[in-house]
């Protein structure tokens, strides 16, 4: 099982930037893939963006491409969501997720953080 701990939400205007965190412990977390995920109010959770445990491959929804970068640093066992031109539309609760394969990780996470609160003002 791997824990998970989000940070860096907060406030941002419109066209603003945040750098989301998400700090894992467990065993063997260098070697799970990882993600994020977020949730609107009264919305279901859909899929941010998720990496491969080298890192080599990302993958990213279509509303956050060009905006959102994952990246991880695993000698320090985080993962980070850099958003750039934050919008309104992404407030929500991030979620942090990880998983044994990409296609777990983008589909059926078995690990979540708690989440972070992210409000975009317009």
């Known amino acids: 099982q791997v824990q998970l701990v989000e940070s860096g939400g907060g406030l941002v205007q419109a066209g603003g930037s945040l750098r989301l965190s998400c700090a894992a412990s467990?065993?063997?977390?260098?070697?799970?893939?990882m993600g994020w995920f977020r949730q609107a109010p009264g919305m279901e959770r859909e899929f941010v963006a998720a990496i491969s445990w080298s890192g080599g491959t990302t993958y990213y929804a279509g509303s956050v491409k060009g905006r959102f970068t994952i990246s991880r640093d695993n000698a320090k066992n985080t993962v980070y969501l850099r958003m750039n031109s934050l919008k309104p539309e992404d407030t929500a609760v991030y979620f942090c997720?990880?998983?044994?394969?990409?296609?777990?990780?983008?589909?059926?996470?078995?690990?979540w953080g708690q989440g972070t609160q992210v409000t975009v003002s317009s």
């Open positions: 467990g065993r063997t977390v260098s070697t799970y893939a």
């Open positions: 997720a990880a998983g044994n394969t990409l296609a777990v990780v983008t589909t059926n996470p078995k690990d």
